[in-house]
């Protein structure tokens, strides 16, 4: 799907070297030989040196061979409202309108025209290109959903060249997964595996149409797995240093077992182009996805209802965690299957159904791979101690989201915080029960970024309703603390230095 192709050979080479002399003597000078050896001290022999087992690279042929022909090229048509100035109207179009990844080429390959003002629109025609790959004989497949993105007409195309008008069967943006429909029968297709059991450093292979270029090869290494970004936090994303370029965006990523483990989607670029940071989808969650679509036209996506942040080494300090590790609520849902669970802001989620959450981002991806109405259990710490908290997962498409959290304070001293209680009428302005008003930010609160007029709830997690218990809280603590701040609509929790 995204970047400039990029070339990359490794070799792995072995030397293997061993000599070994030997053999009977003959004669005077062998038995004279014999004897200077035998008046010598006797040395101890050192091991044996055993050769090192090369490491052969994975012959990724037989896997092309024999799951290439799975592998198809898609090519979208449809409309898009453009403005008259818009390069698009003046240069005519562009080959992969519906790939994310194609901005950054044309920012950077082409430029941004400015608009001369005049406000006019007209449809344009546009055309598209990905990847995707079968998964049942009769002519199901799945691709990637920004892939068929106000698609008016989808064509498949095989490796045998025959091509067959597609039928959108579903998309699920929230996942990035698409199921299309042809009709055919007895169609290759490929084998899945279990994503859980890749190993960072393992080999992995992709096959696509980067640029058009239909069922080009390219191959790498995991680097990583478990990746949430900023806008798919609900998908654990497994990191490759595959070449992905435009058009390999729904194409198939390969184990070195011939087995479908993810469906490349994504890349990371400041330059616009393929930089070896590639992103895949998990290829459960895929199928999950498509079961749902094929069972009821649609897919529904489990909700907790928090906003969760980062722990980090001041965090960890403030809330006396042994390292720097977990989901830190910052927002609560009012009604929400967090709140009726009792979780608080300040909680750190530490382990889901005994699955540990390291980073943040593990809580999202992880309630993401379960449905509405599954009941998980979750290790919290709260005040410095843990506990455990029961939580029925709710429907992310239900819209009674409500606004959010709990308590309020703050408090002042080496925080460098100058602090007002809030009149009633800021309280009903901010939604907020309590909360101190920010006057003045400096010292150590100004450095992490805390400013004037915000709101502070809470301090270590602990709701405060005055200046003294805000001074009594910081009192208690050693190297830093972590503020809930309230600015505008959105909570966040502040690290804050002390030392």
Do not use: C
């Not at 030397?15 to 070994?20: E, F, H």
């Not at 890749?198 to 191959?219: M, Q, R």
């Not at 009633?424 to 150590?444: F, H, M, R």
């Not at 309703?465 to 190297?479: G, H, L, M, P, T």
């Amino acid at each position: 799907m995204k970047s400039p192709a990029l070339k990359s050979t490794r070799l792995v080479v072995a030397l293997l070297t061993a000599g070994a002399i030997g053999g009977a003597g003959v004669g005077a000078f062998n038995a004279m030989h014999a004897r200077a050896v035998a008046a010598q001290p006797v040395a101890v022999a050192s091991p044996p040196i055993v050769a090192a087992t090369p490491m052969a690279l994975p012959d990724f042929s037989q896997i092309t061979e024999r799951y290439g022909p799975a592998v198809v090229n898609i090519s979208v048509t449809g409309t898009t409202k453009v403005s008259d100035d818009s390069p698009m109207v003046q240069g005519g179009g562009n080959a992969f309108p519906n790939d994310p990844i194609f901005e950054f080429f044309r920012r950077f390959q082409q430029g941004q025209r400015p608009g001369n003002g005049a406000g006019g629109q007209q449809e344009m025609p546009t055309r598209g290109e990905g990847s995707g790959f079968i998964v049942s004989s009769d002519g199901v497949i799945l691709t990637n959903a920004h892939v068929v993105r106000d698609a008016k007409e989808v064509t498949v195309k095989l490796t045998d060249r025959r091509e067959f008008r597609a039928k959108v069967l579903g998309a699920d943006p929230k996942t990035d997964i698409a199921v299309l429909k042809i009709d055919a029968k007895n169609l290759p297709v490929v084998i899945l595996g279990k994503p859980g059991n890749l190993k960072v450093g393992e080999w992995v292979l992709a096959i696509g149409s980067p640029f058009g270029f239909e069922n080009t090869v390219t191959a790498g290494v995991v680097s990583a797995k478990g990746r949430s970004l900023p806008d798919d936090s609900a998908v654990p994303f497994i990191q490759t240093d595959v070449a992905i370029n435009p058009g390999n965006s729904g194409g198939p990523l390969f184990n070195t077992r011939g087995e479908v483990v993810g469906i490349n989607s994504q890349i990371y670029t400041r330059s616009g182009g393929y930089q070896g940071v590639s992103f895949a989808i998990p290829i459960d969650m895929a199928v999950r996805v498509k079961d749902q679509i094929l069972t009821t036209g649609k897919v529904e996506h489990a909700r907790l209802g928090v906003a969760v942040q980062e722990v980090n080494q001041a965090f960890a300090n403030s809330f006396k965690l042994d390292k720097p590790e977990g989901a830190l609520v910052s927002t609560v849902v009012k009604g929400s299957p967090a709140d009726k669970a009792g979780l608080q802001s300040g909680d750190v989620i530490r382990k889901v159904n005994g699955q540990p959450i390291v980073s943040s981002g593990d809580l999202p991806a992880l309630i993401g791979m379960a449905a509405p109405g599954d009941t998980i259990k979750m290790e919290v710490w709260r005040q410095g101690a843990p506990r455990e908290l029961t939580a029925r997962l709710a429907n992310a498409n239900d819209k009674s989201v409500q606004v959010a959290s709990k308590d309020g304070a703050s408090g002042h001293g080496k925080l460098g915080l100058e602090l007002r209680p809030l009149q009633p009428d800021e309280k009903q302005e901010a939604g907020v029960d309590n909360g101190l008003l920010v006057q003045q930010a400096s010292g150590a609160a100004a450095m992490a970024g805390v400013q004037s007029g915000d709101v502070l709830l809470s301090v270590n997690g602990v709701s405060v309703k005055n200046i003294e218990q805000v001074r009594a809280v910081v009192a208690k603590s050693d190297k830093s603390v972590a503020l809930l701040i309230q600015r505008g609509d959105s909570k966040i929790f502040v690290p804050v230095n002390l030392g």
